[in-house]
Structure formats: structure tokens, C-alpha cells
């Protein structure tokens, strides 16, 4: 994060408008996404497009899509869905360091969670980067 904060003024990014998480609890993180929403849409009123950068540390599983591990509530949060949304009214970059054990959705705190599939399931879990 520091990184981050000190070169994103000379790429011109505002870095002022970040969200920083560490063990976030799920109310936590939707507050944040939400928080990105209404700031795209702003943007937007402005005819401008925001860059969202969503860097993601931590554990994972997935199924055909990817799920953020909420250590303190046990639960799975559909991070992957979350970014696809945000990404209808910005520019995305997601970086996911994180493993991606294939996982059973039953009992696993996932919701109504959608399941997308697509050709972004990487088979061997390892870290990559999403682009929307």
C-alpha cells in the first residue's frame, strides 16, 4: 500500500479515494464496493471513467468463479461477481494473490451467491490477474 501511494501521483491517480481492508467482515466489504459504486457513478455523471484497482491477499476457494475466505466470520464472499459488476461502470484491474482451492458451496456461507463460469478459471489455483 505505501508502494502504491507513492507512485500513483506521478501515473496521475488520485490515490486519496482508496479502501484499505485487513480482515474485513462481509458487511465491511460490501460497504466498500458500494462505497466504488456510488463513486463510479459520479464519474460517470461527469462523463468521466474511473480506474479501479482491486488488489485481493489473503485465502481464496472457487468453483468457476473466485470467493474471497472472511477468516473471522468462516464465510465465503463472491469477490470475483463483486469486481464483474463494478466493472459495468469502470475500468477493473483485480489482483488476486491468493490460492484458489476448489471448494463446495454447501454449508460454506456463500448465499445466493451466482456461480458464473468462464475462461478465466484458472486449473492449477495460482495468482493472476483479472482485466474488465
Sequence with gaps: MKIMAKFAPML?????HRVYLEDPTER???????????SNVAAKRQ???????????????????????????????????????ISQQAHV?????????PCDLMGKGAGDAEIQ???LVNAYGENFVYLF
Design 12 to 16: 496521475g491517480i488520485n490515490f486519496d
Design 28 to 38: 465491511e466489504i460490501k460497504k466498500a464496493f458500494l462505497d466504488i459504486t456510488k
Design 47 to 85: 462523463n468521466k471513467q474511473n480506474l479501479v484497482l482491486v488488489y485481493y491477499s489473503g485465502h481464496g476457494e472457487m468453483t468457476s468463479t473466485s470467493f474471497a475466505v472472511l477468516v473471522q466470520e468462516e464465510a465465503l464472499f463472491p469477490i470475483e461477481r463483486q469486481v464483474r459488476i
Design 93 to 101: 484491474v483485480m489482483v488476486w494473490d491468493a490460492c484458489r482451492v
Design 117 to 119: 463460469t468462464g475462461p
